[in-house]
């Protein structure tokens, strides 16, 4: 434990040495910083706080797809500046690195898309039979025991790190898990705003993705946000991604990170159709470079398989990750129309 404080280099060991993780650490940073690492890639940090402040308790979590790289390069940096004493928390924080045998093959994952498998589906139909199921429950779990120390009125925050398989429009967005008629959040798209996401999907039916189960189970603040497209390790232009590191970290280390918004600024759409692949002969009706948030006239067939075509169902109509390989079943699009929110809490 004495090289991962010195170091910070929690992800590589995970990576590296995994087994140095299968029983749990506590241990203290000098700064009296509570760390416990409950397995490989699983971290949490609890600081020292005064009676009278109140905590967040935010959950970080990045590579539930292994090869969404921009995340997990900015997660591992924040989990070694707080190792190492760089930075001092505000509040608890708790990251996960999602599925690290997919980052060491460089791909979104080895059997199973670790994000249909949230909410319990990792446990229905066959059962917990592969390490992406397993790795989808512990990491439910983890979420679960981090959130279980929060007290009354205290927030509970989770911001599920993707980037993107193609080129989009509005290159970072947000997919905001359907609230089952809560209201949405001012202050956290303020919050995404600040971290340079200005467009927000409104999902509006339940979902077996990480975020939706944070929001869902927990009554959490949470999202899907993706800040741009995948790309290898050691080839993303950070500076793009430097509004979201600086609002990370000024979330985790400030007591009151409270940034405006002007509603104007953002770009809001509900989503319209969830396209879900039925057949194995599914296509789709543009080019396979055809960017995110690209729209079209009503009437436009956006995608066809054996028995049915999709597809705009109103002029404006924008498709979202697009992609034709998903397994029989699952999501292969989403058409999103712009909207407005309403009845907005703080
Ligand atoms: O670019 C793509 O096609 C996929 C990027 C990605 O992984 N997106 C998430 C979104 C999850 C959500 O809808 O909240 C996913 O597909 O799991
Ligand atoms: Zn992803």
Redesign the pocket.
Known sequence: MQQLIEQGNFLALSRTQPELFNTPHHFRLENNTQVFIGDAGIIAFTPEKSVSQTSKHIVLSCG??GN?TAPIEICDDLVRQILTGEITLAHRVLFLFGNLPAMDIAE?FVEE?M??LFSGAHSAGEGCNNDERRRAKALEDAVSDFFSAACDGEGKYHY?L?????ASKNEKFA?Y?YLHGRNHSKGQLAFLAACGVKTI?L?ESP?T????FSSHQHQAHA??V?LGK?QPFGHNDMTRFADARDALTALITQQTFAPEVDMDSLDIYRVNQVINKQQEDFKLHFDDDTP?FTDYAKGTVLASESGKTYVAEQDGEAI????AKVTIGQ?AM?TVVPTQLENLDV
């Not at 993705?209 to 939706?212: D, G, I, L």
């Open positions: 539930v797809h969404e979104r898309n994000n249909r599920d993707h980037t993107a398989i193609r997919v898990p999907l999902s979902t993705t990480f975020s939706y999202f899907t993706e995948v995110n979202v990750f697009p992609n999501r989403l």
